[in-house]
T-cell receptor, first 112, second 113 residues
Framework: KQEVTQIPAALSVPEGENLVLNCSFT??????LQWFRQDPGKGLTSLLL?????REQTSGRLNASLDKSSGRSTLYIAASQPGDSATYLC???????????FGKGTMLLVSP | DAGVIQSPRHEVTEMGQEVTLRCKPI?????LFWYRQTMMRGLELLIY????????DSGMPEDRFSAKMPNASFSTLKIQPSEPRDSAVYFC???????????FGPGTRLTVL
């Protein structure tokens, strides 16, 4: 059974810092990996999707990498802003399944 | 595009009552997913449909839960009878195909007293 772990569970940084959020998964047989953002009391917003054949994806200040063999993904946020404050969730779609397995998330607070 | 639409946004009910949650997926999307989010367990898949057919319902907790998708633009998740442990946020998501990027609705916050 696929398990997804996100470290750290919470992170507080001052505005302007570059930061890295980590995601690890136990079964490397994945189809894709997706990063989401969740604001308090809101739904999930898809940030980036990385196919298993890809090494990274970029969108603006966000860069997600994937190392399938080691079961790891990182989400890099450059020049963080207070508006980046949210919970970031990593989700994996395993080969042979059409459903996502989610991590518990990293709660990010960027202070001005 | 309006995105995935869910109703109601909030539901407060008493134990034993029937609860029906509704979802309208993004037009043209063929796959629909129901998730539940709690502090203890995080986000868990309950059931998903492809082309209106239930494909995987292994996450449905028990017989009190049922889901239907009568057409491509509407799905319901019903809990009967509801219990306090069902209190959670229920999300609906849709995607073009089961393998594509999933887009989530705003969720329904259910409180069972």
């Amino acid at each position: 059974k696929q398990e997804v772990t996100q470290i750290p569970a919470a992170l507080s940084v001052p505005e302007g810092e570059n930061l890295v959020l980590n995601c690890s998964f136990t079964d490397s047989a994945i189809y894709n990996l997706q990063w989401f953002r969740q604001d308090p009391g809101k739904g999930l917003t898809s940030l980036l999707l990385i196919q298993s054949s890809q090494r990274e994806q970029t969108s603006g200040r966000l860069n997600a990498s994937l190392d399938k063999s080691s079961g790891r993904s990182t989400l890099y946020i450059a020049a963080s802003q207070p508006g980046d404050s949210a919970t970031y969730l990593c989700a994996v779609q395993s080969t042979g399944y059409s459903t996502l397995t989610f991590g518990k998330g990293t709660m990010l607070l960027v202070s001005p | 595009d309006a995105g995935v639409i869910q109703s109601p946004r909030h539901e407060v009910t008493e134990m034993g009552q029937e609860v029906t949650l509704r979802c309208k997926p993004i037009s043209g999307h063929n796959s629909l997913f129901w998730y539940r989010q709690t502090m203890m367990r995080g986000l868990e898949l309950l059931i998903y449909f492809n082309n209106n057919v239930p494909i995987d319902d292994s996450g449905m907790p028990e017989d009190r839960f049922s889901a239907k998708m009568p057409n491509a633009s509407f799905s319901t998740l019903k809990i009967q009878p509801s219990e306090p442990r069902d209190s959670a946020v229920y999300f609906c998501a849709s995607s073009l195909t089961p393998r594509d990027e999933q887009f989530f609705g705003p969720g329904t916050r259910l409180t069972v007293l």
